[in-house]
């Protein structure tokens, strides 16, 4: 697997966002890096509420999982396109999301791949209380899959960004997950 070995919103971004911003925003930090380990404290000190790392980058979930929570931060698991969901399964119960990624990482404006929605189902049924994040494509012309298949936290870069109403597209992205999720309590 190769990922990156720098990061583009390092911690002193992080650490100048929550001075500018106060303690509001949660900070989800998706650390698409070849050696997670090395960032969690700096990202802790900087102010990050969770930390988002790839189970593909790492040769000890375990171990990492444990260091994000004694630095005081939720923590996130991620698969790429080709890792299967069961890899990931393990790891369930002692995350507070999953990341599905709904694209290979590297690059925004890629197309949605929604063969990937097997795996957020697959997740929403066995873990039914896990945040399920979808990465990758997202946006009005997806964002119903990606719900109904049991996603409950989004992330949406080109659709939003390159949309003549930003503030519309967040809306409907956000009102298509919270009727899903008020669907899926319902039907239990």
């Known amino acids: 697997m ?43 000190v900087a102010g ?40 990931l399964a393990p790891w369930a119960n002692q995350i507070d999301m999953a990341l599905v990624m709904t694209v290979e ?26 945040d399920i994040e979808v990465d990758g494509g997202v946006g009005p012309d997806t964002i119903h899959k990606c719900a109904e298949a049991g996603a409950n936290m989004i992330v949406s870069g080109s659709a939003i960004m390159r949309s003549d109403d930003p503030r519309s597209v967040i809306n409907l992205l956000r009102n298509v997950c919270s009727e899903a999720a008020q669907k899926r309590s319902l039907d239990r």
């Open 2 to 44: 190769h990922f990156v070995p720098n990061i583009t919103f390092g911690h002193p971004v992080v650490e100048s966002l929550r001075k500018q911003l106060g303690q509001d925003p949660f900070f989800d930090m998706h650390m698409m890096v070849s050696r997670p380990e090395q960032w969690v404290k700096p990202m802790a």
């Open 48 to 87: 990050a509420n969770q930390y988002t790392f790839h189970l593909e980058a790492t040769e000890n979930p375990g171990a990492l999982i444990k260091d994000i929570r004694e630095n005081g931060m939720k923590v996130g698991l991620a698969i790429k396109p080709g890792t299967t969901v069961e890899y």
């Open 105 to 130: 990482p590297g690059f925004g404006g890629q197309k949605f791949m929604e063969d990937m929605m097997p795996k957020v189902h697959w997740l929403r049924t066995q873990f039914p209380s896990l």
